[in-house]
């Protein structure tokens, strides 16, 4: 490799703010930094006396850079997260996930509708969250379908009643679908409820239906008076086991932790004073970076990636080095005033040190379960006399319902465990339904063919079956042209599919591994195995619903959704259609002879 003149880059750079990019030989980006005075910052790189390893192993292997100049460091801070996302760099700092948070959605129509709502907020309405996961909000869309009778159903099949459907019955929607049921005013009331209870106002919610109890009482209408009385009740036991509250309006809270190469960082939601839930995160840190700059540079990547609502307070456990930038940022972001804050006062400081502790926690979970995949390797590396460690393994499965919407599954694990970013499926086609061996050898020419990188080739490749299936890899792999080669294990279910009495089988010599129900590495291969199944059956599932829900009619090229229409409007529906025959088709408006031909084959091949 040609080693990097800094002197001649160093003496062409400029003073102002910008981000640079460090290449490697291979020309990868290997680190992305930003700095408010260019020339100083990359300066400090090229010293003759460097005491930080992690800068002394990047410096060795820049083989070049560039820079990007922007008017000012806010600039710098917005391109080095593009940049980071981008590039995915080897030596920063990565958060792993980056998805928006999901929302409570209260739409603005005539009867409003509670929804799950994740990405930007362009529909009409109210957002309430933003909820630490998906199943917390629909675990709360479930906790006010027994607290209000608001509808929660798709607007198409709102528009479409003539009569209440289940939901009604079980006294978990009013009906407002239907006229004589519930009144326009009597529904705003119960929406109104539900505001408040989303803002966090449960006693004032309360009160007013105490208040609505005691005038049903006045007039003689005890019907209502007991479902009045049944909401307060149901509302006392939500407010029991209510989250934990305070008197913050909206404010997040970051714990980290820190252990032997690992980070966690956990955040907590408060929104309208009540504690939604919290997250842990584990982003991927290159070895010897510094605990403040795993911090610093996971919180900026979390709060400018995605749809992430940024609150006025951030209580963090430590400084930022350069916070008041990080501020600035922020509050532009945000469009409001944010501020950081170290949880000096009573009540931030109780939540920072929950915030704390649950960082702690999800690190000492994480460390425990990676320590176990790692013996799991080690005994499996043993068992099969392997050198070196293995670094990367995958699994085949087929799934399918008699031969119908066959799915094939491809898992990877690395040594931490599954790694889902390489998880593949792949719908088959082209084969006589249920040839099980026709589907694995199709998943893995489609896998396999076009591979370049020998660090995607596994070390290990598992297939979920016996002889038949694992022939198919090993006709695969004969004229495979890399030196890299996986080696071929077939996982055979044992005569009662029972765990711990799969027999696992060698490519080629076809001889077994002898392995004990209480062996780590067989615990290994059933959770690959168990996961590429899963996997699988998710795939199949997926695609056998949407098969359910589509017309057979849309796949008839030349017949578009209009035509569609035509046809089962003029044939009384699609069984209708079926037994019309060409001449009939033909009599439809817009459908020629030779299209009523073309129908009239596809439905009857």
Request: some cysteine; overall charge positive.
């Amino acid at each position: 490799m040609t080693e990097f003149d800094s002197n001649a880059f160093l003496k062409t750079l400029t003073h102002q703010p910008g981000v640079y990019r460090m290449y490697n030989a291979a020309d990868e980006v290997i680190y992305v930094g930003k700095a408010k005075n260019l020339k100083n910052r990359v300066s400090s790189y090229f010293k003759q006396h460097l005491d930080n390893p992690k800068t002394i192993a990047l410096v060795s292997q820049i083989a070049r850079m560039d820079v990007t100049v922007v008017n000012s460091e806010t600039e710098a801070f917005l391109l080095e997260n593009n940049f980071i996302k981008k590039y995915r760099p080897r030596y920063n700092v990565l958060l792993r996930d980056d998805k928006s948070y999901p929302f409570i959605f209260l739409s603005a129509h005539e009867h409003p509708r509670l929804d799950f709502h994740r990405g930007p907020q362009k529909r009409k309405g109210e957002y309430f969250g933003p909820y630490p996961s998906a199943w917390a909000v629909r675990e709360s869309l479930r906790t006010m379908q027994k607290l209000f009778p608001v509808r929660q159903c798709e607007d198409s099949y709102y528009r479409a009643r003539s009569r209440p459907c289940l939901q009604y019955q079980m006294q978990r929607c009013s009906a407002p679908c239907v006229e004589g049921y519930i009144s326009d005013e009597e529904y705003a009331e119960q929406v109104q409820l539900v505001r408040l209870f989303l803002k966090g106002k449960n006693q004032q919610v309360i009160n007013s239906l105490a208040d609505k109890m005691e005038a049903a009482s006045e007039q003689l209408n005890f019907e209502a008076a007991a479902r009045y009385r049944d909401q307060i009740s149901a509302l006392r036991k939500v407010q029991e086991r209510q989250w934990v509250a305070g008197t913050q309006d909206e404010m997040d809270i970051f714990g980290f932790a820190y252990r032997a190469g690992m980070a966690c960082i956990q955040v907590m939601f408060i929104r309208d004073s009540q504690l939604l839930g919290s997250k842990a995160f584990f982003p991927k840190i290159p070895s010897t970076t510094t605990e403040s700059e795993i911090f610093e540079a996971f919180l900026l990547q979390f709060y400018l990636a995605g749809n992430k609502v940024i609150p006025k307070q951030i209580v963090i456990p430590q400084s930022l080095f350069d916070e008041t930038a990080i501020a600035e940022l922020l509050s532009q972001e945000a469009k409001h005033k944010v501020r950081f804050y170290r949880g000096a006062r009573e009540e931030k400081r109780q939540y920072l040190q929950l915030a704390q502790a649950n960082a702690k926690n999800a690190l000492d979970a994480q460390y425990g379960q990676q320590k176990s995949v790692f013996a799991r390797y080690i005994d499996l590396e043993s068992a099969l006399e392997w050198d070196d460690p293995i670094q990367r393994m995958e699994c085949f499965d087929i799934s399918h319902t008699s031969g119908q919407q066959t799915v094939a599954s491809c898992v990877v694990f690395n040594r931490e465990g599954p790694l889902k970013s390489d998880y593949r499926r792949y719908n088959i086609e082209g084969i006589t339904p249920g040839d099980d061996y026709a589907a694995m050898a199709q998943a893995l020419k489609r896998r396999y063919k076009n591979v370049q990188d020998a660090q995607k080739i596994p070390d290990i490749l598992f297939i979920d079956g016996g002889k038949g299936q694992l022939g198919q890899a090993e006709d695969f792999f004969a004229d495979w042209p890399h030196d890299k080669k996986p080696l071929l294990i077939g996982v055979a279910k044992g005569t009662t599919r029972k765990p711990g009495l799969e027999t696992l089988i060698l490519a080629d010599s076809h001889e077994t591994i002898p392995l004990n129900a209480d062996r780590p590495a067989l615990h290994l291969i059933q959770h690959i195995r168990d996961e590429s199944h899963r996997f699988a059956i998710s795939g199949h599932r997926n695609r056998r619903q949407k098969v359910k829900t589509t017309s057979s009619l849309e796949s008839i090229p030349g017949v578009g959704a209009k035509r569609r229409q035509a046809l089962l409007k003029y044939m009384g529906g699609l069984q209708g259609l079926k037994k019309a025959s060409k001449s009939e088709i033909a009599s439809v408006p817009g459908i020629s002879e030779e299209l009523a031909d073309t129908i009239y084959d596809h439905l009857h091949a």
